[in-house]
């Protein structure tokens, strides 16, 4: 079994000859005698170039270094350089491997073809073992070409890398091609046709190829639509020495392998016998693979690569008759066009002594172009068309009908090495050129590419988009698309191919856009964190608290200590004042007075120094029977601070010598508010029982000593309103001692004469007790020391102010600086 | 030790815990308050009980003949406690309007009758020329009504907030109530100075009498 890398063993068809069935023989004859007369037709012709489709093999031989090894020996039989190479003896080998063993060296860069001679022998065997062998079906599949031209291209590398002496079994299944060769070159030499071409490829024997006497039979061979036989290898049958053909009719077979100078050079005779070949691709619906042909007559590794394919139908004139039906399907027309052509027409261009290297090298180069559906210089054609090319190589004529027998030939067995190839190809690419013997009868216009051929075939799509810029592409240097360009489209990236961006952007009008983007600075002004305004030092506020405390306590404290009268008192009474100065004096001597006490505890310092001079004077004047009341609960607590305080209680001479239950009582509490204040009016023994009075009236003066406004209210009201209805009311007093917090409140009640006199705070009282010549009290006690605290607070706000004010103005000038 | 001593002595003791409020709120401010409190609560009560709750409503209860006026505010009194419980403070509605209905009418009738009217009244007489002794009573009665009047207009524009959008976009108040406004800040603002002014001469004098107290607590002590 021929491995990959492995130079195929040379064989030698011719032996085969023999063994070959009669008709077979006989349709061999008729191709070599048509073969001599194309190849003399075209020698007089110059070589027109058909536009062949490209040949899709191309590609492969253009891999082909200087590495001879992998030409399989059938091939490289072909060459007539390579004919002295030993043909081997056919060997028994499973007909897959060497069926296999042969396409890779089919595959492979074209190779010496020196050993073609001895090589031809092959063909024969090859034959033989297709007869009585069944082929396997060589399936290809569509979508595996690129697999198809990776086993290729390992094929062609591995056997352009090993320049191994084959197996003497390979060597003689190219026997049959060195038989070929030698009958090229005697060209009027009558051969027997070749009676095992079916088994060509693995025989083990090597004979010299007989030239294209042996083969002559192969141009009439049409191409085979679907094989009777699948193609088998043969199974190691010995292939007989086939004898010399014609020359002229295996002429095709010595351009096979040629690819050096050591290819024997072919007539121009054999090239029109090679004509056939050009046809075997186009009518086969499937490629199937090669027949497993004898390793010798393999021609170099740059020769274009026969893949397995659907070959032309032979001529229904002279084949229908005498071909078996296995045969007989090998003649329908191809439902493909000849995948080979291009490569067939390449081995037209050599002769078997290998003299054409250059045509060689522009042919494997065709070829390598001509692979699926792409060339160097031109678009790709259609894949029949591609075929139909052929490239530079001439003969082309000659080649069709060339094809077709080799598509036969190929048509045969398909060796388990070429249906399953061992360089991890899938067996998908070969399994999908599967050619159903339904679909190749039925269907003969539509051509059924093999599934590789498909493969390598560009799509429509990508050709119609590829085919503009296929020109544009450099080719490939390297790798298995080497030579062809385009394969592989060269789309750039956001090609038509992807979707169409859509705009997501919301349609919006410029008014929503406004109010949208409002909303979102509002949305930001709320997240957004507010600078806190802190002030640089907090400590220096309590700092400033206390040295101004500690001031104002100095001051006042040394006031006191001092017990300082220096400061004048005014002698100018507010209006006020003075009326309550008069109505003191209008009281009568030891009337009832109702003092209402209604102040607070924190305040009574400040309301007994206020308080002090009326009472005092009051009580100096006319000794009135004093009623205290108070409309809050600690109110009758603070009477008797303010009878002791005021020395109204204490005893003569420092006080008043009052003493309590006779000169003052103290009705203790008044509940119930402005009613109680009602009640009483209306019935002062009935709200307190122990009222002095029965009726509101009898008292001569009412006295309300507040330091809130909402207390002396009260009492202005309810006795106006009573006043009203008792016009005895009239005419009694209310005077008002407050604080000079509540003093202003109170004025207005003042102003409307509702409150006959009014003594408001410290410097009231003050004037008060200056005027009226009363003993010296506390208020004029505390009013050096109020007037210095007065004067410290008007210094100091003074002070302040200026200074917010400097700092105000310094600011605003750092600011705007 | 004698009791104004010993009074003397807690009096500069919890005056001297009231000053410590200057350097901050403390314990001994917080003491002194609470004691204040307590002291007053408790001294209220004390009033209360003695001086109302007895002699107007249980010590008539004695009498047969006033006993069956005193069983209805007996009833409500007791009904007042009932404001305690959330679940049955319901009980006590009725006594609750019946102190605020008799609350409300005195003040009403003492507002109107003792302030609205005599007020407006002497806002009047502040222009009556007729009223006035002299000439130069009536000019200053005159001018001192102007004065009020003004400043009572004023003051009031000044707390009138309506505003319309200028063309310039900005919310401006009329012109003439923005004059009226600006006028009556500055009433406003007098009066606040003065009762500003009247509060700190409150304080200054209960300071004065607090550092007297101390003084002489410390002379006494001293025997100076």
């Not at chain 1, 890779?104 to 073992?129: A, N, Q």
Request: hydrophobic share 40%; glycine share 8%; charged share 20%.
């Amino acid at each position: 079994m021929l491995q990959i890398g492995e130079k195929p063993t040379k064989k030698n068809t011719g032996e085969l000859e023999p063994i070959l069935p009669e008709w077979l023989r006989d349709v061999r004859q008729q191709a070599r005698e048509s073969a001599e007369e194309n190849a003399a037709q075209e020698a007089a012709q110059p070589k027109v170039q058909k536009n062949e489709p490209p040949d899709l093999l191309a590609g492969l031989a253009s891999q082909a270094g200087a590495d001879d090894d992998a030409i399989p020996d059938w091939l490289a039989g072909i060459n007539p350089a390579t004919a002295a190479k030993p043909s081997e003896s056919p060997a028994r080998e499973p007909a897959p491997s060497m069926a296999q063993d042969d396409r890779l060296s089919l595959m492979g860069e074209p190779e010496d073809l020196s050993d073609v001679r001895e090589e031809k022998d092959e063909l024969s065997e090859w034959f033989s073992r297709a007869s009585e062998q069944p082929g396997e079906p060589f399936t290809f599949e569509p979508g595996e070409s690129q697999d198809d031209l990776d086993l290729m291209s390992n094929l062609d590398a591995s056997a352009a890398s090993l320049q191994q002496p084959a197996p003497p079994k390979e060597e003689e299944d190219l026997g049959w091609l060195h038989d070929l060769e030698a009958s090229a070159k005697r060209s009027a030499e009558p051969s027997a046709p070749r009676q095992d071409l079916g088994s060509m490829p693995d025989n083990a024997s090597s004979q010299p190829s007989s030239g294209g006497e042996d083969l002559s039979w192969l141009n009439n061979l049409g191409g085979i639509s679907e094989p009777s036989q699948p193609f088998d290898q043969p199974q190691g049958k010995p292939v007989p020495a086939q004898p010399a053909a014609p020359q002229e009719d295996l002429s095709w077979l010595d351009n096979l392998g040629r690819t050096e100078p050591s290819q024997p050079t072919q007539p121009p005779a054999a090239q029109e016998d090679l004509s056939w070949l050009d046809n075997l691709g186009g009518t086969s619906e499937l490629p199937q693979p090669e027949p497993a042909r004898p390793s010798s007559d393999v021609p170099d590794s740059s020769s274009p690569i026969l893949s397995p394919r659907r070959t032309a139908p032979l001529s229904e004139e002279a084949e229908n008759e005498s071909l078996p039906e296995w045969l007989k399907s090998a003649t329908e027309e191809p439902s493909m066009p000849p995948l080979g052509a291009g490569a067939l027409s390449w081995f037209a261009s050599h002769d078997l002594d290998g003299n054409q290297p250059a045509a060689t090298q522009e042919s494997s180069a065709s070829l390598s172009g001509e692979m699926p559906g792409l060339s160097e210089e031109t678009p790709s054609p259609p894949f029949g068309q591609a075929q139909e090319t052929g490239g530079s190589t001439p003969s082309s004529e000659s080649l069709p009908a060339s094809n077709q027998d080799v598509d036969a030939l190929f048509s045969m067995d398909v060796p388990d090495w070429l249906s399953n190839p061992e360089s991890g190809v899938s067996d998908v690419s070969l399994q999908g050129a599967e050619i159903s013997p339904a679909e190749a009868g039925a269907s003969l216009a539509p051509v059924e590419l093999p599934s590789w051929v498909q493969a390598m075939r560009p799509v429509e799509a990508f050709i119609s988009e590829a085919a503009a810029g296929t020109e544009d592409q450099a080719p490939e240097r390297e790798g298995p698309l080497a030579g062809l360009r385009g394969v592989i489209p060269l789309l750039p990236i956001g090609s038509s191919r992807r979707p169409k961006a859509l705009s997501l952007t919301l349609q919006a009008t410029d008014e929503q856009q406004a109010g949208a983007a409002l909303l979102e600075q509002i949305l930001a002004g709320e997240t957004a964190a507010r600078p806190l305004v802190t002030s640089s030092s907090v400590a220096s506020q309590n700092v400033l608290r206390w040295v101004l405390t500690g001031l104002v306590m100095v001051v006042l404290g040394a006031m006191i200590g001092l017990r300082s009268q220096s400061m004048p008192v005014s002698t100018a009474l507010p209006v006020e004042v003075s009326a309550a100065s008069n109505a003191i004096a209008n009281i009568p001597e030891g009337a009832p007075v109702l003092v209402v006490v209604d102040y607070e505890p924190a305040l009574a310092g400040e309301l007994e120094a206020v308080s002090g001079p009326l009472l005092d004077n009051m009580v100096l004047l006319r000794h009135p029977n004093l009623s205290f009341l108070s409309t809050s609960p600690n109110g009758s607590a603070l009477v008797e601070r303010l009878v002791s305080n005021t020395k109204i209680n204490g005893p003569a001479p420092e006080g008043l010598g009052y003493q309590p239950g006779v000169q003052y009582f103290n009705l203790g509490y008044l509940p119930g508010g402005s009613a109680g204040v009602l009640a009483f009016i209306q019935s002062p023994q009935t709200a307190i029982p122990a009222a002095d009075v029965e009726n509101f009236s009898q008292y001569a003066a009412v006295i309300v000593l507040t330091d809130h406004a909402e207390s002396g209210r009260v009492w202005v009201e309810q006795l106006d309103a009573r006043k009203q209805s008792d016009p005895a009311l009239a005419s009694q007093p209310l005077l008002m001692v407050a604080s000079a917090q509540a003093g202003p409140l109170l004025q207005p009640y003042v102003s409307s004469r509702q409150v006959a006199g009014m003594i408001s705070g410290l410097p009231d009282a003050a004037r008060y007790e200056s005027v009226n010549n009363v003993p010296p009290g506390i208020a004029r006690t505390y009013w050096d020391a109020f007037g210095i605290g007065l004067l410290l607070a008007i210094i100091l706000i003074t002070f302040g102010s200026l200074w917010s004010l400097f700092t105000g103005i310094r600011l605003r000038r750092a600011g705007a600086e | 030790m004698s009791l104004d001593l010993l009074s003397a002595i807690f009096g500069l003791i919890f005056t001297l815990m009231v000053f410590s409020y200057l350097l901050g709120d403390n314990p001994l401010f917080r003491v002194a308050v609470y004691i204040f409190v307590g002291v007053s609560s408790g001294y209220a009560a004390t009033v209360v009980w003695h001086y109302v709750l007895v002699p107007k409503l249980f010590e008539p209860l004695r009498d047969p003949n006033q006993l069956v006026i005193l069983v209805i505010p007996l009833i409500l009194c007791f009904s007042l406690l009932a404001k305690l419980t959330p679940r049955i403070s319901w009980i006590g509605n009725f006594a609750m309007a019946v102190l605020v209905g008799v609350g409300a009418a005195a003040a009403i009738g003492g507002a109107v009758l003792g302030t609205l009217i005599p007020q407006v009244q002497a806002a009047i007489d502040a222009f009556d020329f007729r009223a006035a002794p002299s000439a130069s009573d009536a000019f200053f009665g005159l001018l001192s009504g102007i004065v009020m009047l003004m400043g009572t207009v004023f003051t009031l524009g000044y707390f009138h907030f309506s505003a319309e959008r200028a063309a310039d976009g900005k919310i401006r108040r009329n012109r003439v109530f923005e004059l009226i406004a600006s006028i009556g800040r500055i009433f406003i603002a007098i009066t606040f100075g003065v009762l500003f002014a009247g509060v700190y001469m409150s304080a200054l004098t209960a300071m004065i009498e607090r550092l007297g107290f101390v003084i002489n607590f410390f002379r006494q002590f001293i025997g100076i």
